[in-house]
C-alpha cells in the first residue's frame, strides 16, 4: 500500500436501501494523475448475497406497482441526476480518465436520457391477442418481470452504460443488483445517494463494487439472478456462458467491436473527415462503436490520408479538466501499454505510423505527467491479417487502408470475428442501401456515426454480442411473456 498524502474518497456498497462498508478494499486511480484517488469495496460471495436477499424482498411489492408509478420514479430519478450535472460530469471525468466536455455532453446527459426514454416507454407496451372462433377461443399474452436482475457495465462509459440496463430492468418491474466496474465506480455510488428522494424503495436497486474475478463472478453464479446483462470483452463473456449455463439464465451480452468505416471516392470529405475523427478518436478511442478500420477507395486515398492525419494532429491531449482538450487520459496503465504495444507490433510488420504514437511528441502539464495519455495515433499500410486489423485496440489507434471495388471492401470488412457497428461514406443512395444490407454488423450508419434512436434495436453479431437492447427488445428482455386460453 502506498502512502496517502490526503484523505480518499471510500465508497461503500449500496444493499438493501443503506450504505453497507465492505472488510477489505481495492485502489482506484485517477488516469490523468496516475494517482490513487479513491478506495472501493473488494466485494465478494457475501455482499452478494445480502444485495440478492434485499433484491428479492424488495421484488414483490415494486413488481406489484402500475407502469405509471414506476415512470413517475425513473422520472424523478433523471430530475435529480440533471440537477446535479455538473458534479456528476466532474466526478466521471476525473474516474474515467475522459475529458468533462465527453462527460457534460454525452455521458451524463445520456444517463438521464436513458431513465427519461424507459419511463415513457414502459407506458406504450401492448401486448398480443388473437381469435380463434371456431374453437370459440380467445388466445392473449401477458408480461411479467423476471425477478432479480444481475447488470455488470464496464469502466469506458460508466453512468451511461450502468443506467442503460438499470433504466428498462427497473422499468419493467424487476429489482437489481448491479456491479460497476472496479476502475469507474463513484458516479454509481453517486446515483445511490440520489435513489431515496426519488422514490425508488429500498432494495429495488442494490450496487456491489468489487472485481468481476469476485463480485461479478459470485452475481453470475447466484441461482437467484435468473438474467444478466453485461457489456464488455468477448473473453469475460464467454466466462459467464459458462458459468451461467447450469442455471440456464437469460443472457444480454454487448462485447466487443473491431469497427469498419468504409469511404467511398464519391462520400464528401467536408463531413466525412470531421465525424471520422470522432469516430476514431472520441472518448480516447475507448468506445465499442469507434472505427478502428478505415477502408478508403483507391481514387481518394492521398487526398483523405493526407487531410485525416493534419486534422488529428490539431487534436490536444492533456488534463481532461481542460475545456479545450479534445482527449484525456486512458483508464489505467496496463491498458495503455497494451494500446502502445498494438502500435509497436503493426511498426515491426512493416506498417507505417503516420502521427501520435512514437512519432510525435507529446507534452503534458506539469500535474499530468504520471498520467496515462497517448496521442491519436494513424497507421497506414496495415495488411488485414495483422493483429492491428484483427483485434479490438480500444485506444486512439486507427488503421487506414486503400480498397478497389465494392464487392472487395465488403468482404475484408467483414473478415474480422467482430459485427457490432460499421460506417460507410457515399452520396450514391443505391450503393449506401447494397453495402449496409451485406455488412455483418448489429449497426450500420451511412455518412454518420453514433446517433441513435433508442426505440431501435442496440446489439452485434458474431464474437460482438448475442441479444439486443432497446424500447421493445429490452422490454421483452426484462420480461417473461406467457400466452393465456380462454375457451368461451
Known amino acids: 500500500m502506498m502512502a496517502h498524502s490526503k484523505a480518499l474518497l471510500v465508497l ?49 411489492v415494486w413488481s406489484s406497482k402500475s407502469p405509471l408509478e414506476r415512470s413517475q420514479i425513473l422520472n424523478k430519478l433523471a430530475d435529480l441526476i440533471e440537477h446535479d450535472l455538473e458534479a456528476f460530469a466532474q466526478a466521471e471525468s476525473k474516474d474515467q480518465g475522459k475529458t468533462i466536455t465527453f462527460a457534460r455532453t454525452v455521458d451524463i446527459p445520456r444517463a438521464v436520457y436513458n431513465f427519461r426514454f424507459f419511463a415513457s416507454s414502459i407506458l406504450h407496451h401492448t401486448t398480443e391477442c388473437t381469435e380463434m372462433a371456431t374453437m370459440g377461443c380467445v388466445h ?91 457489456t464488455g470483452s468477448t473473453l469475460t463473456a464467454q466466462r459467464i456462458m459458462e458459468k451461467s449455463a447450469p442455471h440456464c439464465k437469460r443472457l444480454s451480452l454487448e462485447l466487443g467491436g473491431k469497427n469498419p468505416a468504409i469511404i467511398f471516392d464519391d462520400a464528401d470529405l467536408t463531413q466525412c473527415i470531421p465525424t471520422t475523427l470522432r469516430s476514431s478518436f472520441a472518448n480516447q478511442g475507448e468506445i465499442c462503436l469507434c472505427t478502428s478500420r478505415i477502408f478508403v477507395q483507391r481514387g481518394i486515398y492521398s487526398e483523405f490520408l493526407k487531410r485525416f492525419v493534419a486534422e488529428t494532429k ?30 509497436k507490433k503493426a511498426q515491426a510488420e512493416g506498417a507505417r505510423v503516420l502521427c501520435g504514437e512514437g512519432v510525435d511528441s507529446l507534452a503534458l502539464p506539469t500535474g499530468n505527467q504520471k498520467g496515462y495519455f497517448m496521442l491519436p495515433t494513424v497507421i497506414a499500410e496495415v495488411k488485414d491479417e495483422s493483429c492491428c486489423m484483427q483485434e479490438e485496440i480500444f485506444g486512439p489507434v486507427t488503421c487506414v487502408v486503400a480498397f478497389d471495388t465494392e464487392e472487395e471492401v465488403i468482404e475484408r470488412a467483414t473478415s474480422v470475428k467482430y459485427g457490432l457497428a460499421a460506417t460507410v461514406w457515399s452520396s450514391n443512395v443505391g450503393r449506401v442501401h447494397r453495402v449496409a444490407q451485406r455488412l455483418q454488423s448489429g449497426l450500420v450508419w451511412t455518412n454518420c456515426w453514433l446517433i441513435r434512436d433508442l426505440n431501435l434495436p442496440f446489439g452485434g453479431m458474431k464474437a460482438s454480442g448475442i441479444g439486443r437492447e432497446g424500447a421493445k427488445d429490452s422490454y421483452e428482455f426484462f420480461t417473461e411473456v406467457k400466452t393465456i386460453t380462454i375457451k368461451h
Open 12 to 60: 461503500e456498497n449500496f444493499i438493501g436501501g443503506k450504505f453497507v462498508p465492505c472488510s477489505s478494499y481495492i485502489d482506484s486511480y485517477n488516469p490523468s494523475t496516475g494517482d490513487v484517488y479513491c478506495r472501493v469495496p473488494d466485494s465478494g460471495k457475501e455482499e452478494v448475497e445480502a444485495a440478492v436477499k434485499a433484491a428479492k424482498n424488495a421484488f414483490p
Open 140 to 230: 392473449y399474452t401477458s408480461r411479467a418481470p423476471v425477478g432479480v436482475a444481475g447488470l455488470v457495465s464496464p469502466w469506458n462509459l460508466p453512468l451511461y452504460l450502468l443506467t442503460w440496463k438499470i433504466a428498462p430492468a427497473i422499468a419493467c418491474g424487476n429489482t437489481v443488483v448491479a456491479k460497476p466496474s472496479e476502475m469507474t465506480s463513484v458516479t454509481a455510488w453517486m446515483m445511490c445517494k440520489l435513489l431515496e428522494k426519488a422514490g425508488v424503495p429500498h432494495g429495488v436497486v442494490n450496487v456491489v463494487f468489487g472485481t468481476g474475478a469476485k463480485a461479478g463472478e459470485a452475481l453470475v453464479c447466484h441461482p437467484d439472478v435468473p438474467l444478466i446483462s453485461f
Open 314 to 343: 490539431k487534436w490536444k491531449v492533456g488534463n481532461p479538466s481542460d475545456p479545450t482538450v479534445n482527449v484525456g487520459a486512458l483508464i489505467s496503465k496496463e491498458h495503455l501499454e497494451k494500446v502502445r504495444s498494438y502500435v
